[in-house]
């Protein structure tokens, strides 16, 4: 199967990379997603670091644990290249007059510049969107932020968590009576704001085919999170009916829709939403009375008990392991489920191997991790999983 990302020519042959003509400046942070689906994509990266010495305090980015050069251990530098991949870079002193004068050169050529700074800290740099767009009107230019470059929160510092608690997404993720659970840094930073940033930077080159010129894109991250709540709110806006913690039936509100422990201390999840689902559940498990009340929410606490019951004692020895699942009886007893798994475990699962080998996906194929670097990632993953 041909890369999802190639050009194809007449004949069906890959051409070309479907941005090999898209320059982009990267002076962002927390934008490395960003670039990293562009570059992916073939697009040219060129990311704008600070030259050393340039800022008052040591700054995090994406990856800058792995740093290569400074890593003890120059392996872990595959975690650094994952998100900088297919990518070039150059430090500039933009607080310099002459590192101003680099930036202004790159950007006569380029075709995207993707900033994250705080509203007004790139005109102080020389390196905000009037003083780009001058030089270069076909210029898509990104601004990402948390909050967006006007309004009252403008100027407030953030980070993933504080963007998905004003988003909304938090609060419908929580059980009834718990604190929020604290997920890692993928709603807001790669989500809501990564990938609306690439697509809106897209939709911006597609319109600067019709009108010849560039534009400037407030991507905000906090909006981006509202954005992709849409469909779970579609009932508040219907009838005023406000999603719950713990009562919506897509955040534990349904024991058909729903991860439970199982009897190794280990998860599995239930996916059964749709009525054939449902009755192969059922009838799997043994809890034929159910099959004719799956949106009878008076039985759900004692729906829920039995298929806890039965998957506590019951699912350990069926289809713990990658080549169970695959059996019949496993597919046939789990219907529409899967494992809740940790990082080792979906590093080495059969469905991530075939995303990795040939299925179509963009996500892993053109990772060119070091060799070392992925060995050592192997058997630690192998390690772990043997402790667990």
């Given amino acids: 199967m041909p890369s999802p990302w190639r050009i194809l020519s007449e004949d069906g042959a890959p051409s070309s990379d479907a941005l090999d003509d898209i320059r982009i400046l990267d002076l962002s942070g927390v934008g490395a997603f960003v670039s990293m689906v562009l570059s992916d994509f073939g697009a040219d990266v060129i990311r704008v670091a600070a030259a050393k010495g340039a800022l008052s305090k040591p700054k995090m980015t994406s990856g800058s644990r792995f740093d290569p050069s400074s890593a003890a251990d120059p392996e872990r530098s595959a975690a650094f290249n994952a998100l900088h991949r297919n990518q070039r870079s150059v430090?500039?002193?933009?607080?310099?007059?002459?590192?101003?004068?680099?930036?202004?050169?790159?950007?006569?050529?380029?075709?995207?510049?993707?900033?994250?700074?705080?509203?007004?800290?790139?005109?102080?740099?020389?390196?905000?969107?009037?003083?780009?767009?001058?030089?270069?009107?076909?210029?898509?230019?990104?601004?990402?932020?948390?909050?967006?470059?006007?309004g009252p929160y403008r100027n407030m510092p953030g980070h993933d968590l504080n963007y998905i608690a004003l988003g909304g997404l938090l609060g419908v993720t929580r059980r009834p009576g718990a604190p929020p659970t604290m997920p890692i840094n993928v709603g807001a930073d790669f989500a809501g704001g990564g990938l609306y940033a690439a697509l809106a930077i897209m939709i911006a080159l597609h319109a600067r085919k019709a009108t010849g010129r560039g534009q400037y894109i407030d991507m905000a991250m906090s909006d981006g999170v509202l954005s992709l709540l849409t469909a779970a709110f579609i009932g508040y806006f219907a009838d005023g009916e406000e999603i719950m913690p713990g009562e919506y039936f897509l955040n534990g509100g349904a024991p058909w829709y729903e991860a439970y422990?199982?009897?190794?201390?280990?998860?599995?999840?239930?996916?059964?939403?749709?009525?054939?689902?449902?009755?192969?559940?059922?009838?799997?498990?043994?809890?034929?009375?159910?099959?004719?009340?799956?949106?009878?929410?008076?039985?759900?606490?004692?729906?829920?008990?039995?298929?806890?019951?039965?998957?506590?004692?019951?699912?350990?020895?069926?289809?713990?392991?990658?080549?169970?699942?695959?059996?019949?009886?496993?597919?046939?007893?789990?219907?529409?489920?899967?494992?809740?798994?940790?990082?080792?475990?979906?590093?080495?699962?059969?469905?991530?191997?075939?995303?990795?080998?040939?299925?179509?996906?963009?996500?892993?194929?053109r990772y060119r991790a070091p060799a070392a670097a992925t060995h050592a990632a192997g058997a630690r993953a192998e390690s772990m999983a043997a402790r667990n």
């Avoid at 006569?108 to 790139?122: I, K, N, Y």
């Fill in 91 to 150: 430090a500039l002193n933009l607080h310099h007059p002459e590192g101003q004068a680099v930036l202004q050169r790159l950007a006569t050529d380029a075709d995207v510049v993707l900033e994250s700074f705080r509203p007004g800290v790139t005109a102080r740099l020389g390196a905000d969107y009037e003083t780009l767009a001058a030089i270069n009107p076909r210029l898509v230019y990104c601004s990402l932020s948390g909050y967006g470059q006007t």
């Fill in 261 to 365: 422990e199982c009897g190794d201390g280990r998860f599995v999840t239930l996916g059964c939403i749709e009525p054939h689902f449902f009755r192969g559940l059922c009838e799997a498990l043994g809890l034929e009375t159910f099959i004719d009340h799956q949106y009878d929410e008076s039985v759900y606490p004692e729906m829920r008990e039995s298929i806890s019951a039965i998957l506590r004692l019951q699912l350990p020895r069926h289809c713990h392991s990658e080549e169970e699942q695959g059996s019949n009886h496993a597919r046939q007893y789990l219907v529409s489920a899967g494992h809740s798994m940790f990082t080792f475990h979906v590093i080495s699962c059969r469905y991530c191997h075939a995303a990795r080998h040939g299925r179509a996906s963009s996500v892993f194929t």
